[in-house]
């Protein structure tokens, strides 16, 4: 099965007391081929440093970078303007310009499902993974 991987998942793993950090480690089965976007990887060293954790965000990207198990996509001008079309669609339900980047990638990619801990990929229309329940104070 492919998985495009989000920001909220990488953080709800890399953070045990995210609420969502359990359902990160469970969603994860053998057999899986993983996917993300130079942007999330962006997005998520960004949200770690903003939040007084700088060592944890270069961590993160020395191994994003070496982690041969996920494959990074690197957005062409093509799937740029694709994932702005989308943000017109999309960006009034919440959904931001780097979530429109990894709509359009998983479609480009015929890829249905995410690891991803918020709504706007079920609002655009894929499934996510290990999200049967929200729990309190959920992201939305």
């Not at 999330?40 to 954790?53: A, F, K, P």
């Not at 093509?78 to 989308?86: I, K, P």
């Not at 499902?113 to 104070?137: C, E, N, V, Y």
Request: one cysteine or more; charged letters at 20%.
């Amino acid at each position: 099965m492919r998985v495009f991987v989000d920001t909220s998942y990488y953080v709800a793993r890399m953070m045990p007391r995210d609420q969502w950090h359990r359902a990160s480690i469970k969603a994860v089965k053998p057999g899986m081929i993983f996917f993300t976007s130079s942007l999330v990887i962006n997005e998520t060293i960004s949200l770690l440093q903003s939040r007084g954790y700088f060592s944890a965000a270069l961590t993160f990207l020395e191994r994003a970078r070496r982690n041969e198990e996920v494959q990074i996509v690197h957005p062409d001008p093509a799937l740029q303007a694709e994932a702005w079309d989308l943000f017109g669609r999309w960006g009034s339900s919440g959904a931001n310009a780097v979530d429109c980047v990894s709509f359009a990638t998983m479609a480009r990619l015929g890829i249905r499902k995410a690891f991803a801990f918020d709504a706007h990929f079920r609002t655009a229309g894929f499934d996510t993974l290990g999200m049967r329940s929200q729990p309190r104070g959920s992201r939305s």
